[in-house]
Nanobody, 124 residues
């Protein structure tokens, strides 16, 4: 069964850190670009970051640049999103998604597999 499962979300104070994981099963992860998206209440889902199949190239949204780091371990079939210096505006459900492409970053509709999401809440 083809599946992406996110984990690592939770409640954190402003300035804190979290590391999200996206575990893939049922397909070969290194054939896919992986993206992280987030959706806050009442807002559209937005792209946060994406990473090439090899992991050598990454792209970040301006709102997270310098604070978030995306990485992948294809041997472990897992992609990570390290989030530092978190702000209340980072509060959202975070999703990972996979696209069978080589170009960074795919548009949202080009991602073919999606996880169920993990909640991140930044609050004091």
């Amino acid at each position: 069964q083809l599946q992406l499962v996110e984990s690592g979300g939770g409640l954190v104070q402003p300035g804190g850190s979290l590391r999200l994981s996206c575990a893939a099963s049922g397909f070969t992860l290194d054939d896919y670009i992986i993206g992280w998206f987030r959706q806050a209440p009442g807002k559209e889902r937005e792209g946060v970051s994406c990473i090439s199949r090899s992991g050598r190239s990454t792209v970040y949204a301006d709102s997270v640049k310098g604070r978030f780091t995306i990485s992948r371990d294809n041997d472990k079939h897992t992609v990570y999103l390290q989030m530092n210096s978190l702000k209340p505006e980072d509060t959202a459900i975070y999703y990972c998604a996979a696209a069978p492409l080589a170009r960074l970053c795919p548009t949202r509709r080009e991602y073919v597999y999606w996880g169920q999401g993990t909640q991140v809440t930044v609050s004091s």
